[in-house]
């Protein structure tokens, strides 16, 4: 029992260290999140958009880092456009 709530007690002061990293940084861990691929499609489950869904100040730097949103692949069908 004791060991648990050592292990809680370190976790919980990683998470609470996790809150304090200033945006710059917690911008370029974002950014290491990437696919290595050069370009991925857009999806709820994945980075860059999966990062704005964790909390308001994640969603507030994942948004304000241009680099995260540069690489993101669109498919558009143009048979579909204007119907």
Not at 17 to 33: D, G, K, M, N, T
């Amino acid at each position: 029992r004791r060991s648990i709530i050592q292990s809680m007690s370190f976790h919980r002061g990683l998470v609470s260290a996790l809150w304090r990293l200033p945006a710059e940084v917690l911008s370029q861990i974002f950014h290491q999140c990437l696919p290595e691929d050069k370009y991925s499609t857009p999806a709820s489950n994945l980075v860059p958009i999966l990062l704005t869904r964790i909390c308001r100040p994640w969603r507030d730097v994942a948004v304000d880092t241009p680099s995260l949103w540069c690489r993101l692949h669109v498919n558009i069908n143009i048979n579909k456009v204007g119907q």
